[in-house]
């Protein structure tokens, strides 16, 4: 009896790591279809920023489009992203308005600036000519975590998204993020192109093969021992006919 509770214990092991197999590859495709969009989009015609109307700037659509715009910082609204390491290096991701009109700016991605405890950083040290054109993509929405009262400036953020952000700033928003990808002129600190994320297939490839081989151990092995039980098993009973 213990020989088939056995097998049926690994058969049941097997399939779930089976299902478990499967779902990554599903991550996979999706993965892989996500990749091809955004490929698709970086090789779009750039959008430019000054000339497009913030109508059309909504959703997710434009998301890591490249993209220029021309105006002058507001370096008195900026924001601190807090707690970006890059390469081992703790830092911070500086974040300024760029005016394209009186009324109208966009959120830019300056750069990375190292930060000791992940969080201050001396931005007039970082400050560049007012006047600008940036190159660079759009980043896609997200949720925003603020750690401080709207009206204290620089503002510390968790992540960034300019529909929650959009009421700080005594001017228009755009609702969507521009990540500079040109190296950022001198200055007297330290600030470096945030890089854009690799376009890879991620490690649900070998997470698949991990799970489909532990079906297999769990199906091969569950097998093996109930053969053998169902062995031991017989050879008991003959030699309780031969005591008998």
């Known amino acids: ?4 509770v056995v097998l049926i214990l690994g058969v049941l092991a097997a399939v779930v790591c089976v299902r478990l197999g499967f779902w990554q590859l599903q991550r996979l495709a999706q993965r892989r279809a996500s990749n091809a969009v955004i490929e698709t ?3 779009a015609p750039s959008v430019d920023l000054l000339n497009t109307e913030p109508s059309a700037l909504r959703g997710d ?18 924001i601190v992203v807090m707690v970006r390491p890059w390469r081992g290096v ?35 040290a970082l400050r560049e000519d007012s006047v600008a054109t940036v190159e660079g993509v759009l ?7 603020m750690a401080g009262h709207a009206s204290t400036w620089p503002m510390n953020v968790r992540t960034i998204s300019p529909d929650a952000l959009a009421s700080a700033y005594p001017y228009e928003l755009l609702r969507v993020v521009l990540r500079r990808t040109t190296e950022p002129p001198e200055t007297p600190g330290v600030m470096t192109v945030i890089e854009l994320p690799e376009l890879t297939n991620g490690p649900h ?19 093996t021992l109930s053969v053998r039980g169902g062995t031991r098993e017989k050879r008991e009973g003959r030699r309780e006919k031969e005591a008998g």
């Open 139 to 145: 980043r896609g929405r997200s949720s925003t975590v």
């Open 61 to 78: 659509t434009l998301a890591w489009r490249r993209a220029t715009a021309r105006g002058a910082f507001d370096f008195e609204h900026e």
């Open 90 to 124: 703790p830092g911070v991701h500086v974040v300024t308005p760029l005016r394209l009109s009186p009324n109208r700016a966009v959120l830019v991605e300056r750069g990375w600036a190292p930060s000791p405890d992940g969080r201050s950083v001396d931005l007039s």
């Open 41 to 43: 989009r970086r090789r």
């Open 205 to 223: 490839l070998s997470y698949a093969i991990q799970w489909f081989t532990f079906a297999t151990i769990a199906l091969v092995g569950s097998v």
């Open 1 to 4: 009896m213990r020989r088939f």
